[in-house]
Structure formats: structure tokens, C-alpha cells
């Protein structure tokens, strides 16, 4: 019955202005064109585009290249997302949404490519090559050791990484896809994943990069950083939704789970710096002093990942109900308004310097000179002219916002707050039905701007079963390791050096092709049309 009235009233959403009358067969039509244009999609992704059932980002159109986040060989398969987990969980969207068993089936290739590339340890790297090592070692010994701006990808460290959600999106898919039918096949991959979090912590509840540790890679003279504990990209918050989630769906009896929870809160407040500079860094060494990563992410604050932390510790009141979490949330506010920008130099709302000197508290702005890796080489100090543009040198963060939502918390009933909590003892819980449809917006550097309706993705899906797709973003073909002096140019400020760089970039000559980004955009509003 829910169904059923759902789709009448978005039929009359759309017809009461014409027709003033509501036609059950018109919407019945409706849903079976949009069924229809998803499935016909979906066969073309899967049919053609994939990889022994994983994906990279975009294509074009003779799929004559491929790219992840840097130009990929035919064999691989990109696991950062949006990739072949996201993927997999459009399918069981989509599987939720029309019951139709292709999209299962779709999900579980997906499972199997994720499985066959999965590293020993238990995580992903942020590619899997069913080329074999010999392939991969290729790859990295051309185009990846060329990516000027893309570090983590100059060298094979030969582990899995956290790195950008690559791992945690394919356990989270995993377990989903676990739970979905309870099919014992993927209680194995699920295993090793869940064991490869709970190793992987350090006893203080932080994460390293990645995992098994290594340290041979020293950059311009930086320390190997993928050891360090790591907020950068949400590392902790992302293993910590993983584990809530199978504390929820798995039942409450692992008390590792719990215990990796708890401590992983923690290490949030054991970090955070003392006052007047209570902010975070990106990264900490073992000894929990701020320290940089890649050359361009100097040692210093960092008013993103402060901003970040800050929600998380909301979030943490909210599971708990520990006022601990809300304690120094002020002092850490306080910080942030206390590096503001002046008004004349705020740009589009970005009012925050990225980074902030320990001591000082003077904002530090990034800026590279050279051409390629072989003779670039960033640097950071005082000026704000001219910086990187690859890395924003400023943010936009709402603290006001966040001031309001901590006082709110602060005169809340924790009882009440945390009556929810997946943290909570208790028989296991359900997973959401739908994991991208209600979500933010994916991007794969290509995928397609504008407002998006179920009409217009109907009548523009072409023959072949796609949606062309302008790919703005590309590359320059491997074309030899760098020359040690720079050619005529200034690079200091595009996000790609000169001929030999493989990093990827915008260009203003775009060839029309495939995008994964696209395609998932696109299926989130279908889904979101015909589900109950």
C-alpha cells in the first residue's frame, strides 16, 4: 500500500498543473520506462564496461583509455571510490528498489572482484590489476611514478591503504552484501577485513595509513608518512562506521568491536593540541605530535580536519551519551575563529586558511616550482599569492553551525540521545535498504553537472545503453620520465606539469565517453523514482 500511494502522489506531483487528474496506467508506464532505461543501463555497464566485474571511473567511448583517479591499464579494476564497490551498491539498491535478481547478480560479480583483488592483510589498495604483479609493477614504473601531484601513487608500498575510503567502502559493501541473503561465500573476504581493522589499530585507537606498516619511502627528505596515525580523509571516522556497523548487524557479542570503537573515539581526545591551538593535524606521529604527509601538507594544523573532528566528537556524544566528547569542543571553536581570515581576503565563502603554523598560528600556503618529479618540488610559507591550485590553500567551515548544534547537545538528555545507538546492547539490527540513493553526489572527476529528472535520463540514454558524458578530466600518455630541467612554462599554479606529468587535469578540447560517476547519478535518481 506505502508503495502504491508513493507513486500515485509523485505521479500527481508532476500532472496536477496539466491534467488534474491522477491515471494509475500513465504512472504504471512511467515506472516501467524508468525500469526499463535502468536495466538497459545497467546491461551496459556490466556487459561492457566492467573488469571481471569491477570498474574504474570513466572511459571513452572505443575504451581505448581508462581512467581511476590516473589513467588505468585494461586489467585494473579502481577501488577508491566511485568505484567498483559504489557500484556494488547502486546494484543492491537498485536490487531493493525492483526486486529484479539481475542487479544481485550484478552485486555479486562485483563481491567477486573485489575478493580477487583483496590483499592478503585483509584490506584494498587503491587498484586491483588482474594483470598479476608483473603489470602492476609496469604501471607504477610509468605512469605512476610520473604523477607530480599524485605522491601516493609514485610507489608501490606492496600493503593495503585507508587512504580515500577504498577500503572501507568495499567491507561495508561486503558486509551488505553478506547480510543481504546470508550467502557464506562472502563471510571469508568479511572476516579478513573486519580482522584487518582490528590489527591494523594502534592500542591508542588511531589508524595508520596503511597497513601492513612500512617506511621506504622517503620523499624530499619527508619520513615515510603512511605509519603516522591518520585523520586525514576521515581514515578513523571511516573504520569507525565500519565497525558500528557490524557491532549492529552482527550482534553485540565481539567485545573486540566495542573495544576498537571505544578506543578509536578516544584517540580524538588524546590529539587534540592544547589551547589556544586546540585543532588537529592531519596526520600524528607515534609519539602524537602533528606532522605533514605528501611534500605539499606541510607539519601544521589543519582546519578542515579540525572542522571534521569536531563532527565526529558530536557524533560521539550521540553513541554514547559521554559529555567528555563535548568538553573541549569550545576550545577547538575558539581556534577556528581565532584564524579567520580578514574579510578582503575571503573568496567564495572560503574564509579559513588550510593550514596553520604550530606556534604562530600564521596561516602557511603551498607553492611548487618545476615541471615534472623529476626536477618540481613544493614548498610552503607566509604568501598567500599564487598557491597550489590542486590543494586548496583555504576552506569554508560553518562555525556558527557548529557552535549551535554543540550547545544544543551540551543541554541535551543523553538518555534520550542515545536511545538509538547502534552502540546500545541489544539483538542485531538491520542495514539501511538504501545505501547511495538518499546520499551525497559521487564525483569521478568527469561525472555530469546539472539538475538531474527521470524523464530527461530516459530520453537521454543513447543506443548503446550509456550516457555520453563530456570527460573533462584526462591525462597525458606516458611519455618517458621527466627531463631534470624544466621547458618554458610556469606550472606553478595548474594541476599538471609539463608533457611527461601523468597527473590528471582539466582539459578545454573534451572527448565524449563513459563515466561511472555519471552512470551513478543518474541511477540514484531512477531508483529514487520508482522506490516504495
Known amino acids: 500500500m506505502t508503495s502504491l500511494l508513493s507513486r500515485a502522489s509523485r505521479w500527481l506531483l508532476l500532472t496536477i498543473a496539466t491534467l488534474g487528474l491522477a491515471s494509475p496506467v500513465l504512472a504504471a508506464t512511467d515506472d516501467k520506462r524508468i525500469e526499463d532505461t535502468m536495466k538497459r543501463a545497467t546491461r551496459f555497464m556490466v556487459e561492457k564496461a566492467s573488469t571481471n566485474g569491477g570498474y574504474v571511473w570513466s572511459y571513452t567511448s572505443d575504451f581505448s583509455r581508462r581512467w581511476g583517479e590516473m589513467e588505468a591499464f585494461p586489467t585494473m579494476i579502481w577501488i577508491q571510490p566511485p568505484g567498483t564497490a559504489t557500484m556494488g551498491h547502486v546494484f543492491l539498491d537498485a536490487y531493493h528498489a525492483t526486486g529484479d535478481d539481475y542487479y544481485y547478480q550484478a552485486a555479486a560479480k562485483v563481491g567477486a572482484a573485489l575478493v580477487a583483488v583483496q590483499h592478503a592483510s585483509g584490506g584494498w589498495h587503491y587498484f586491483g590489476d588482474f594483470g598479476g604483479k608483473a603489470s602492476t609493477d609496469r604501471w607504477y614504473a610509468t605512469i605512476g611514478k610520473n ?141 602524537l605530535k602533528p606532522v605533514g604527509a605528501r611534500t605539499y601538507e606541510p607539519d601544521a594544523l589543519v582546519t578542515h580536519t579540525t572542522a571534521a573532528n569536531i563532527r565526529q566528537l558530536l557524533r560521539f556524544y550521540r553513541l554514547t551519551g559521554d559529555k567528555k566528547f563535548l568538553a573541549r569542543v569550545p576550545e577547538a571553536l575558539d581556534w577556528l575563529k581565532s584564524v579567520k581570515l580578514p574579510a578582503d581576503q575571503v573568496k567564495g565563502g572560503r574564509a579559513y586558511p588550510t593550514f596553520v603554523e604550530i606556534g604562530s598560528n600564521r596561516p602557511l600556503y603551498v607553492h611548487r616550482r618545476g615541471s615534472n618529479v623529476v626536477n618540481g618540488e613544493y614548498y610552503a610559507d607566509y604568501d598567500p599569492a599564487n598557491p597550489i591550485t590542486h590543494y586548496s590553500s583555504v576552506r569554508a567551515i560553518d562555525v556558527p553551525a557548529l557552535r549551535r548544534e554543540h550547545a544544543e547537545l551540551l543541554a541535551s538528555n543523553p538518555e534520550e540521545i542515545t536511545k538509538d545507538s547502534p552502540l546500545r546492547a541489544g539483538p542485531a539490527r538491520p542495514l539501511p535498504r538504501y545505501f547511495l540513493a538518499d546520499g551525497p553526489e559521487t564525483s569521478d572527476l568527469n561525472t555530469a553537472a546539472g539538475k538531474r529528472s527521470a524523464d530527461a535520463l530516459v530520453k537521454s540514454l543513447n543506443a548503446q545503453g550509456y550516457w555520453p558524458t563530456e570527460l573533462r578530466a584526462t591525462s597525458n600518455r606516458y611519455a618517458g620520465d621527466g627531463p631534470r630541467t624544466p621547458p618554458p612554462g610556469d606550472f606553478s599554479q595548474t594541476k599538471v606539469g609539463d608533457a611527461t606529468d601523468t597527473s590528471p587535469y582539466e582539459t578545454d578540447k573534451p572527448v565524449t565517453g563513459i563515466s561511472t560517476g555519471t552512470y551513478i547519478e543518474n541511477m540514484k535518481v531512477l531508483i529514487s523514482a520508482i522506490r516504495g
Request: glycine content about 8%; proline content about 4%; hydrophobic content about 40%.
Open 147 to 287: 604523477a607530480w601531484r599524485l605522491e601516493e601513487f609514485q610507489h608501490d608500498w606492496g600493503n593495503a591503504t585507508f587512504d580515500d575510503a577504498g577500503t572501507s567502502e568495499s567491507m561495508q559493501f561486503l558486509l551488505r552484501l553478506y547480510v543481504e541473503k546470508h550467502d557464506p561465500v562472502w563471510l571469508p573476504a568479511l572476516q579478513k577485513a573486519l580482522n584487518f581493522v582490528l590489527e591494523s589499530q594502534y592500542s591508542i585507537g588511531g589508524w595508520p595509513q596503511r597497513y601492513p606498516l612500512k617506511s621506504d619511502f622517503s620523499h624530499h627528505g619527508k619520513p615515510d608518512y603512511t605509519s603516522f596515525i591518520t585523520f586525514n580523509d576521515d581514515v578513523a571516522g571511516e573504520n569507525i562506521a565500519f565497525l558500528l556497523m557490524c557491532y549492529q548487524v552482527l550482534g553485540s557479542g565481539d567485545a573486540r568491536i566495542r573495544d576498537a570503537i571505544v578506543r578509536a573515539m578516544n584517540v580524538y581526545l588524546v590529539t587534540q593540541q592544547a589551547a589556544p591551538q586546540a585543532g588537529w593535524g592531519l596526520q600524528y606521529t607515534l609519539d
